[in-house]
């Protein structure tokens, strides 16, 4: 299967200025990318498109390279059709999801992304490239027509993945008890993604790259590390 | 409007039993039931109802009530409408949710708790009384055919609130951030209410108990705290 995909954990490591500690990464991902199309629809903070735009636009212009958004095009399907490199920011994947089916976006997405463009998602960015947004961190504050996302990987991810707090004393579920509820429901491998590691998707490749091992969530089983040195290709199926 | 509703943010709290620091309030709120049916349907760590029914039983029959598990029903719908009260524990708000719609359990529930009958809710059944169920915490493991809630009051519950930790160095967002999104979307009232406190609610007057006030956020304002001994009525419009 054809797909170049870089799916981070989070745009913004604590300490460090946007998509800073993955520079080199963005840059070799959209080499051959002279423009690429923004997808702003995650709207963080509740900001408005244009205002995500511009300020992930900062980002690209000191890279050289022209961020367009998505929300700016008078025909969106045929701007993703013929978008050279995708990247979709983070926000709320519920109405980032909503905005994808709302603007019939959800097979141009797949469709593109099968043809190997390459595509780069942060957080709920990231999420929606799973088989679903059902172990999204996010407050489903709209409501989407489905829960199904873009299929671009089998497994599902767990953006901005935390360890459980052994000094905690929230009764409230660690996000580990949630996934593993999850699993209860539904069949699909469940991957833990910490702040500042990333996964890279080539064809039928994948690669875990950043500071931290990736857990791994399996109906049945424990939940496990594997590191970056190891081999991730069951992820893929 | 007739109601008689204690809607608590968390059946436990640290160092606790289950329901023990409610002790004193059930026994109160249930004092002319003697049967009480439980709503199981949220199932904690995905418990089966069973087990989950049997884990709530104990409670109840140390305080000499007899609890009554909805899934051993043959018709849900008029165990409802003949109960002297109603508990619906945590757990999962979308499954416990999906679950109500699944049973057509929703309008039976309005009706009961709309003649007066004391209902309690812990966590995700202290959700579901709210507008809709999207300012829950929880993951959205199973997608229900709406995110509409008993509307039992006006405003939106946010369960397990938990205020921003100075020194995280985690980018994922707050949950005040998240409740912030929610009012770029919806227009009702948010309570964050942090566990252990709960609301009472007979008919028309609101009353917050426990250690903590609750924040409350509003669309165009800034988040504020009331206390205890203040005025909440205006939450219930």
Known sequence: ?????????????HG??????????????????NQIVFVPFARPGGASHEEYFQFAKK???NIGKELVGIHNLSDMVNGLRSAEGIFTGGGNTFVLLKALYDNKLIKPLRDVIARGIPYM??????????????????????YPPSFEALGAVPFNIN???QDPDPASQHMGETRETRIKE??????QVVTGLREGSFFKVADDVIAL?????????????????????????FLLG
């Open 16 to 33: 460090s200025g946007y998509l800073e500690y993955l520079k080199d990464k963005v840059e070799e991902h959209f080499a051959d990318a």
């Open 182 to 187: 999850f699993l209860h429901f539904n069949s």
């Open 1 to 13: 299967m054809n797909r170049n995909l870089l799916i981070a954990s989070t745009s913004t490591i």
């Open 159 to 161: 953006p901005h993945y």
């Open 59 to 61: 980002f690209f212009d």
């Open 209 to 233: 790259q950043g500071p931290f091992s990736v857990r791994i969530f399996e109906p049945g089983k424990e939940p496990y590390e594997v590191s970056s040195e190891e081999d991730l290709s």
């Open 121 to 142: 998602g942060t957080s709920a960015g990231s999420n929606i490239l799973g088989a679903t947004v059902q172990t999204t961190n996010d407050m489903p504050i709209v």
